[in-house]
């Protein structure tokens, strides 16, 4: 069993997988993130301070959801991330368009880690193998 520390109450809790949050602050957080994206939708134009204060949650939290791409501002809202690589103003995700763009050239180099399927794939394709079997 893979027991853990909650990070965000330090509770000891059983581990599966997802974020390391236990299941009761997962579900105030979820409870949370219900409550903002009514307000959102009810408010489009609400800005940052007024989001947060409405239904009390911290700023950081928000802009946690949104580089999460759960929560989304209509375009004319006051409401902005900035893009990890650059700092430009973005409204959701991680990165802004020109960064994104940059990136996709160097994808491999940069995600090549990130890809922990690819090594089986590479397997069942491997042509020796399929030789062998069909032999
Ligand atoms: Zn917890
Ligand atoms: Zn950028």
Redesign the pocket.
């Known amino acids: 069993m893979n027991v853990r520390n909650c990070k965000k109450c330090g509770k000891l809790f059983n581990y599966a997988f997802g974020p390391q949050v236990c299941p009761e602050c997962l579900g105030a957080e979820e409870e949370l993130f219900q409550k903002a994206k009514k307000y959102v939708q009810d408010h489009p134009g609400c800005d940052m301070q007024e989001l947060s204060g409405e239904i009390e949650v911290d700023a950081t939290q928000i802009r946690q959801w949104i580089r999460e791409e759960r929560l989304q501002f209509a375009d004319n809202s006051s409401i902005t991330i900035q893009?990890?690589?650059?700092?430009?103003s973005?409204r959701s995700g991680r990165?802004?368009?020109?960064?994104?763009n940059?990136m996709s050239h160097g994808l491999k180099d940069a995600f090549g880690m990130n890809k922990p399927l690819q090594k089986p794939e590479k397997k069942k394709r491997d042509p020796v193998e399929n030789k062998m079997r069909f032999l």
Do not use: P, W
């Not at 893009?83 to 430009?88: D, T, Y």
């Not at 990165?95 to 994104?100: I, R, S, T």
């Open positions: 893009c990890e690589k650059c700092g430009a973005i990165f802004c368009e020109k960064c994104k940059d």
